[in-house]
């Protein structure tokens, strides 16, 4: 399973806490609008209720009041709510509503008291104060309590909550932007040396040299060690492997050069037969030896791919002098007969590819042949081809020849490994081609293609 | 022509020396760098065949050094035949390269493909009856007529110019004209014998059979 990026971890751990602190910062906003709305009845209530005790006044032993109209405009001021009052001397009513909720204990005179109550199925807040009214004998305790419905304190609050819901949320989402822009700046340096190692060669194995952030200190330490002992493991490997060869084909040259020794020196027809065959196993072997370090140095580098511009033409041209020599031996004539066609490759790989093909075709010509190497296009292929006078391919299915260590039915005393085609087709697929085999037309000779498409 | 063999195997270099011999060329031998430092500081050569891995120390860094001040053209010889050796080689300033366990016959043919690409001033030519003979460039130049020859008849003409008036036997001439794990018979002799007898018709010179012992060229009438 994989895990989840850090970069997504980053974003919704920040996100997560931009959540929280909008949900609480709106409970926060909601919470102290209702408060504040709350005061400001309280305070009009505390207001109206102080207005009206204040026209309380003792005449003939009577308690006397006059309800002044800015006690209720006040309250006009709170919405569309009703208001209720009661001025009540000791327990009898003086004016008001008889049936609204007495103030709960009672109130120390001059000071206000408030409560919450229901009043004809609604809820009410009730400011109270009482006052002490000289009359008759002694004085009596006016009560005066204004109430209101708390309809208009609610539509605030629910308003000024919404207000605040809404504000929550773009804050939420402005930080979850910037959370996910601050998830990826923080993982840029991060990005960046992804970005920088990718972007190597195959062999590319020096150590990253770039400015890191703190944090990538370490990584980026064992990354430069890593690569330090990966590339001191594939030098040991390459060196092992030369040193190998070397040590396996030092021996094969002077049992080869002994051999050639004897061969001129024996007279005896049945000798120089023998010493032949030793000639040729030396020859196999080291053939194999050889073929077999290509075919792992070809899987090696068709991994990752060199791409540079190859022209078919060039290399048809220098692989042939290369081999000129080889073919000379045989009087053997190489015709290169190329128009320009430009590849995207490997060099050596397709050099190596085309020096296998062409020393099979050296190798199973008849003396004093040609083999012609031709480069054309066709549609957005390139083709070279490789064309000898030899035996053919024979009868058996031709596909199979490119199989590993695979030969071909008709090769005779020829020495081979049966790896050269294999390693051919490998080049060519790892370069998007393909390897194609087929008897010339008119029976003799064979014709290998290499195609490949066109840059 | 004249060769340095840096080859530390002495057999190896015993069998290449003896070879090379026979096409009559000279050939110092040195079995170390230090010693191809101070043959080259005593004579000229016309090629150096180099052996890659030398008891003082690798022979392509010689190569890398000394490429700057060495006109000579160079084959290296290596037991490495891995594609980035061969491109190594190449890139330090060999002229070719052959892998060991080698054919005479191919290190021949490379020398002489080598020398011929380098070649001009080094050109010598052999009188041969009334034609010119060149054996680097193969060709054979008769009454301002030249034409080209074939590496094997260039081969056999080769050997029988060094050796004038002397008898070659079949067996010879086959070591010298075909790769030692070719399972060719001697009637392929006969064959370019032949065929050379054609080339040559009305130079000046002759290639007689002697019954039993093989063929000897007589650079005398015709």
Same mark, same amino acid.
């Given at each position: 399973?994989?895990?989840?990026?850090?970069?997504?971890?980053?974003?919704?751990?920040?996100?997560?806490?931009?959540?929280?602190?909008?949900?609480?910062?709106?409970?926060?906003?909601?919470?102290?609008?209702?408060?504040?709305?709350?005061?400001?009845?309280?305070?009009?209530?505390?207001?109206?209720?102080?207005?009206?005790?204040?026209?309380?006044?003792?005449?003939?032993?009577?308690?006397?009041?006059?309800?002044?109209?800015?006690?209720?405009?006040?309250?006009?001021?709170?919405?569309?709510?009703?208001?209720?009052?009661?001025?009540?001397?000791g327990p009898d009513l003086l004016t008001g509503y008889e049936d609204l909720p007495a103030p709960a204990g009672l109130a120390t005179p001059g000071a206000v008291s408030f409560d919450t109550d229901t009043y004809g199925g609604e809820e009410i807040r009730m400011a109270t104060i009482t006052r002490l009214v000289l009359a008759g004998p002694g004085p009596v305790p006016v009560t005066v309590s204004v109430a209101q419905t708390r309809n208009g304190v609610a539509r605030i609050s629910a308003e000024l909550?919404?207000?605040?819901?809404?504000?929550?949320?773009?804050?939420?989402?402005?930080?979850?932007?910037?959370?996910?822009?601050?998830?990826?700046?923080?993982l840029r340096p991060l990005n960046e040396i992804a970005a920088a190692v990718s972007r190597r060669g195959p062999s590319d194995l020096r150590p990253l040299r770039r400015p890191a952030p703190q944090e990538l200190e370490p990584l980026l330490s064992s990354?430069? $060690?890593?690569?330090?002992?990966?590339?001191?493991?594939?030098?040991?490997?390459e060196d092992f492997i030369a040193e190998a060869a070397h040590r396996v084909r030092t021996p094969l040259a002077t049992v080869r050069t002994q051999a050639e020794i004897a061969l001129r020196t024996v007279g005896d027809e049945t000798e120089k037969h023998r010493l032949r065959g030793i000639i040729r196993a030396v020859d196999e072997s080291s053939r194999s030896a050889g073929q077999l370090l290509d075919h792992a140095t070809v899987a090696f580098r068709a991994e990752d791919l060199s791409r540079d511009p190859v022209d078919l033409a060039d290399l048809a041209v220098q692989t042939a002098a290369a081999l000129e020599p080889t073919a000379a031996m045989k009087d053997i004539r190489l015709r290169v007969e190329a128009?320009?066609?430009?590849?995207?490759?490997?060099?050596?790989?397709?050099?190596?590819?085309?020096?296998?093909?062409?020393?099979?075709?050296?190798?199973?010509?008849?003396?004093?042949?040609?083999v012609v190497l031709r480069v054309d296009t066709q549609g957005r292929e390139a083709r070279l081809t490789i064309r000898d006078e030899g035996p053919g391919l024979g009868d058996g299915p031709v596909e199979a020849l490119t199989e590993r260590f695979r030969r071909g039915a008709n090769t005779g005393g020829i020495v081979g490994s049966g790896l050269g085609l294999t390693i051919a087709r490998d080049v060519l697929q790892?370069?998007?081609?393909?390897?194609?085999?087929q008897t010339a037309e008119e029976g003799k000779g064979t014709c290998v293609t290499l195609a490949l498409p066109l840059s | 022509m004249r060769y340095l063999l840096v080859e530390d195997n002495r057999e190896l270099a015993e069998a290449i020396i003896g070879r090379l011999a026979l096409d009559g060329h000279a050939v110092d031998h040195a079995a170390s760098l230090s010693e191809a430092e101070d043959w080259l500081a005593t004579a000229g050569y016309d090629l150096i065949l180099l052996d890659v891995m030398l008891p003082d120390g690798d022979g392509r860094d010689f190569l890398a050094r000394s490429r700057a001040h060495l006109e000579t053209p160079v084959i290296v010889l290596t037991a490495r035949s891995q594609v980035s050796d061969r491109v190594g080689a190449l890139d330090m300033g060999a002229d070719d390269y052959i892998t060991k366990p080698f054919d005479f016959s191919e290190l021949e043919a490379r020398?002489?493909?080598?020398?011929?690409? $380098?070649?001009?001033?080094?050109?010598?030519?052999?009188?041969?009856?009334?034609?010119?003979?060149?054996?680097?460039?193969?060709?054979?130049?008769?009454?301002?007529?030249?034409?080209?020859?074939?590496?094997?008849?260039?081969?056999?003409?080769?050997?029988?110019?060094?050796?004038?008036?002397?008898?070659?036997?079949?067996?010879?001439?086959?070591?010298?004209?075909?790769?030692?794990?070719?399972?060719?018979?001697?009637?392929?002799?006969?064959?370019?014998?032949?065929?050379?007898?054609?080339?040559?018709?009305?130079?000046?010179?002759?290639?007689?059979?002697?019954?039993?012992?093989?063929y000897r060229m007589e650079m005398g009438g015709p």
């Open positions: 399973m994989r895990s989840w990026s850090i970069g997504r971890r980053l974003t919704l751990l920040l996100a997560g806490v931009a959540a929280l602190l909008s949900v609480l910062s709106w409970g926060m906003v909601t919470s102290l609008a209702q408060q504040a709305a709350e005061r400001t009845q309280d305070n009009v209530l505390a207001a109206s209720a102080t207005t009206i005790a204040e026209t309380l006044r003792s005449e003939q032993g009577e308690v006397r009041l006059e309800l002044p109209y800015s006690a209720f405009s006040m309250l006009g001021a709170i919405g569309q709510d009703r208001v209720f009052y009661r001025v009540a001397a909550s919404r207000t605040a819901a809404l504000l929550s949320v773009a804050f939420f989402v402005v930080a979850v932007g910037l959370s996910a822009f601050a998830a990826r700046a923080s990354l430069n $060690r890593l690569m330090d002992r990966l590339g001191q493991s594939i030098r040991r490997s128009e320009p066609a430009q590849v995207m490759g490997d060099a050596v790989l397709l050099d190596n590819a085309l020096r296998n093909v062409l020393d099979n075709a050296i190798k199973y010509s008849p003396e004093d042949t040609t790892a370069h998007g081609g393909r390897l194609h085999l | 020398c002489r493909a080598v020398l011929r690409r $380098r070649g001009g001033a080094a050109r010598n030519q052999v009188a041969l009856g009334e034609a010119l003979f060149d054996p680097l460039a193969g060709t054979l130049s008769h009454g301002g007529v030249t034409i080209e020859l074939r590496n094997r008849e260039i081969r056999l003409l080769e050997v029988f110019t060094r050796n004038p008036g002397h008898i070659l036997s079949k067996s010879q001439l086959m070591d010298r004209l075909f790769a030692q794990d070719a399972d060719v018979t001697e009637n392929a002799i006969e064959v370019y014998v032949g065929r050379l007898r054609r080339r040559i018709d009305g130079m000046g010179v002759r290639i007689e059979t002697v019954r039993g012992l093989g």
